[in-house]
């Protein structure tokens, strides 16, 4: 039995409004052991993207406790335990693609050959080699997003925080980062916790997969999801994958009418 | 840009507005300077008629507005026709209130920047500076000019330093305030990703708040040049200063010279011109460098 990385127990957040409290997430229990992938789905405003903030240390919950690695989430956040990525790309402007990568890097005070090799090694990783010189506009937003998934794992995380890294992208790219992503993860076995809205992206990648439902926002429903090692795009057509899609998209159902 | 681009896009409509502004400049001279001729006649005894008056309005020696060609002859003999180190060269005159816009924009860039970090990263301090900061520009410059000048010199400090804190005085304050929205303006998720890094408050300045602000800073530079400059003639008016363009201002008002007051107002004109236009070009190169997409 590999070892729980992430343990949230009886999670709470209540955000204090102007137009008063919402309670962001309610009663969350989850445990994710080491090397799973996590999908976090469910409608808009169901708390998808706090519950990531909570475990990064970003937002403080007002119940309950989470530990990473026995760790507090801030003490594994000074510990850079995990790499976050955005909705949106988040890269500066004004550095290039390769100085973009660099930061965590330069931040972490690593000496400029390590930094090398890490930028050549990730961005060859996401398929960004050549592009090193380049400026963030000058990437698709495709590109833009690789380029931060290899800025994260330049840091050498155990852990990788993905907040619906490819929402904004169309079907075919998303479809072949997917593939990317899932190969990475075979290759490196990071814990992955994944936040999407997609059905057919969280059955293909994860081994886990968190149905939430909103007002408040809460855990509806875990399903276990395992494909098997080698998933080629093509599995999205087998009665397994439908399945378990059918399975997720009940659950999304059932939770959404909780609340009409 | 090519050559042909490049006379339809700039010099073309650039030379129009000159040629349509000297044009208006010497209709005004002519109305402004023909009741004078009317008044010599007058009291001659005689009449005059307006072909004579014409050629007379452009020539006279204290016109109410001179003539162009009256002010740009006298630019010329002040300039070219003159050794710089002379105290009637405008070259000279120039050099002095330059010198003094110089120091005192460079001495407001530090203050001003020094203000904006001091608020962005102490929260007591936004509170206690920013009000006076405001109100310190509320003050007319020409009120406060003097007292700088006269306490400063109580002290025993006379000459460049006083006139430039006047510029400083001026300038500081769009740094102050372009550059605290400048350290402001990185985005929430640009902050949270340093969170992420466990990215100390130093490292996040220097590698996220200070590069932000830049094109901010650059853009705040062009305004506070310019006062600068105004700044530093404002500075030479009230010390009865023999040296600057302020000098020649108050010189030529003192004693009617209304051509060497518009060359020397014309000169500050050219010389704020070409202060914002380097503040400009060092900003675009600036900017291009960091990866600025060109428009
Ligand atoms: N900083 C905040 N202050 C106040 N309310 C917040 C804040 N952040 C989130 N919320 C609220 O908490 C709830 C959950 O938001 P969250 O962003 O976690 O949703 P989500 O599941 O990620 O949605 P989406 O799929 O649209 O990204 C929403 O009702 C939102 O309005
Ligand atoms: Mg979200």
Same mark, same amino acid.
């Given at each position: 039995m590999p070892e729980t990385v992430i343990s949230a127990q009886n999670l709470d957040l209540t955000f204090e409004t102007n137009d008063g409290p919402v309670? @962001?997430?309610?009663?969350i229990t989850l445990d994710i052991a080491e090397g799973e992938f996590v999908s976090l789905i469910g409608p808009?405003?169901?708390g998808k993207t706090t519950l990531l903030r909570v475990i990064a240390d970003l937002e403080q919950p007002t119940g309950g406790t989470v530990s990473i690695n026995g760790m507090t989430p801030e003490q594994a956040r000074l510990a850079r335990a995990y790499g976050y990525v955005f909705q949106? @790309?988040? =890269? =500066? /402007? $004004?550095?290039?693609i390769e100085d973009n990568v660099a930061l965590p890097l330069e931040v972490m005070g690593l000496d400029s050959a390590t930094r090398q090799s890490r930028i050549k090694s990730n961005l060859e990783l996401v398929n960004? @080699? *050549? %592009?090193?010189?380049? %400026? /963030? $506009?000058? =990437?698709?937003g495709g590109m833009q997003q690789r380029a931060s998934i290899a800025r994260a794992l330049a840091v050498e995380p155990d852990m990788l925080l993905m907040d619906e890294?490819? *929402?904004? =992208?169309?079907e075919i790219v998303r479809d072949h980062l997917n593939e990317q992503l899932l190969k990475l993860w075979a290759k490196t076995k990071k814990t992955v916790v994944f936040v999407t809205h997609s059905i057919p992206e969280a059955v293909f990648l994860s081994t886990k997969i968190v149905v939430m439902s909103p007002?408040? *926002?809460?855990?509806h429903e875990i399903i276990d999801c395992d494909l098997g090692a080698d998933r080629p795009l093509?599995?999205?057509?087998?009665p397994e994958f439908l399945k378990i899609a059918h399975q997720v998209r009940e659950g999304l159902k059932a939770g959404h009418s909780y609340d009409e | 840009m090519n050559g042909e681009t490049f006379l339809k896009d700039k010099v073309l409509p650039i030379g129009t507005m000159v040629l349509a502004i000297i044009a208006i400049w010497y209709l005004a001279a002519v109305f402004l300077n023909a009741p004078f001729e009317r008044d010599q006649a007058e009291r001659a005894g005689t009449t005059i008629s307006f072909s004579e008056i014409l050629p007379r309005t452009m020539a006279?020696?204290?016109?109410v507005l001179p003539a162009p060609h009256q002010v740009f002859t006298e630019l010329w003999d002040t300039t070219v026709g003159k050794?710089?180190?002379?105290?009637?060269s405008l070259v000279y005159h120039s050099w002095i209130t330059l010198s003094s816009t110089l120091l005192g924009f460079l001495m407001g860039t530090v203050l001003g920047v020094a203000l904006a970090v001091g608020i962005v990263h102490f929260q007591t301090l936004d509170r206690s500076l920013m009000p006076w900061i405001i109100t310190s520009q509320t003050i007319p410059i020409l009120a406060i000019a003097p007292m700088i000048i006269v306490v400063l010199n109580a002290v025993g400090i006379s000459g460049l330093l006083p006139k430039a804190t006047i510029s400083m005085y001026l300038s500081f304050f769009p740094i102050a305030v372009g550059m605290t929205k400048g350290l402001r303006s990185p985005e929430v998720m640009h902050l949270d990703l340093m969170r992420t890094y466990s990215a100390s408050a130093s490292q996040t300045f220097w590698k996220l708040r200070l590069p932000a602000a830049v094109p901010f800073l650059v853009t705040s530079m062009k305004v506070a040049i310019s006062i600068a400059l105004v700044g530093a003639i404002v500075g030479e008016l009230p010390t009865g !200063?023999? !040296?600057?363009l302020g000098a020649r201002l108050l010189a030529g008002s003192y004693y009617g010279q209304t051509v060497q007051i518009w060359s020397a107002l014309l000169m500050a004109a050219a010389l704020a011109g070409i202060l914002v236009s380097l503040v400009d070009v060092i900003g675009s190169r600036v900017n291009r460098r960091m990866g600025v997409k060109p428009a």
């Open positions: 309670h @962001a997430l309610k009663d808009s405003g169901c949106q @790309a988040a =890269l =500066l /402007p $004004w550095r290039t960004l @080699a *050549g %592009f090193e010189k380049k %400026f /963030p $506009w000058q =990437l698709s890294p490819f *929402g904004a =992208l169309d007002r408040p *926002g809460r855990i093509d599995i999205r057509e087998t | 006279q020696e204290r016109p050794s710089i180190t002379s105290k009637r !200063a023999v !040296a600057g």
